[in-house]
């Protein structure tokens, strides 16, 4: 939007890549994604040494930052294949390490188990509920009410369960039309 805003400069989709600066975007690694951010010309040559492609710092393609955004494809190529060496954990360690900002792109699961969303509780668990052959686990709410995140204190109603109270003051012709 700032570009926008100040240079008068419509960005077109470009997925997960940076209009500003390259490499910058998602990556494939060893076992998954990261998310790199070498935006900065330090943050750039600190990326070619750490995957052991020194060389990519002063090829004429990816030297200065403008060429890196034009030759941004044949970049992913070089860093990609440099990237499948390790995890994305790895990777994610190693480049936050040397100032290069990095994180790994979690699954679900994976976000589900980190130890902050435990802390905080994100999910709540229904045993017994109408119809499920298992546990129901739901999404709590993601704010707060007086500093404390409020629980669900029962599992979402069945299909239906509440029509005869949603429709309860509706005139006889009204409810029939509803179904109920």
């Avoid at 200065?64 to 294949?81: F, P, Q, S």
């Amino acid at each position: 939007v700032s570009n926008y805003l100040t240079a008068g400069i419509d960005p077109k989709p470009m997925g997960n890549e940076n209009m500003t600066a390259a490499p910058s975007g998602t990556f494939r690694t060893g076992d998954g994604l990261v998310n790199i951010a070498a935006n900065k010309q330090e943050q750039f040559v600190a990326l070619c040494r750490l995957i052991g492609r020194p060389e990519l710092a002063s090829d004429v393609r990816f030297a200065e930052r403008e060429t890196r955004k034009r030759n941004r494809a044949a970049l992913k190529v070089e860093i990609e294949d440099a990237l499948a060496d390790a995890s994305a954990a790895a990777w994610e360690e190693m480049l936050n390490r040397a100032g290069v900002p990095a994180g790994r792109v979690l699954t679900i699961p994976q976000v589900l188990g980190e130890p902050q969303v435990l802390e905080r509780r994100v999910t709540a668990n229904f045993d017994d509920v109408a119809g499920m052959d298992k546990p129901l686990t739901v999404l709590r709410g993601g704010f707060m009410v007086d500093g404390e995140a409020p629980l669900p204190t029962k599992p979402p109603p069945a299909l239906g369960e509440h029509m005869g109270e949603v429709f309860a003051d509706l005139p006889p012709r009204a409810k029939t039309k509803a179904g109920a």
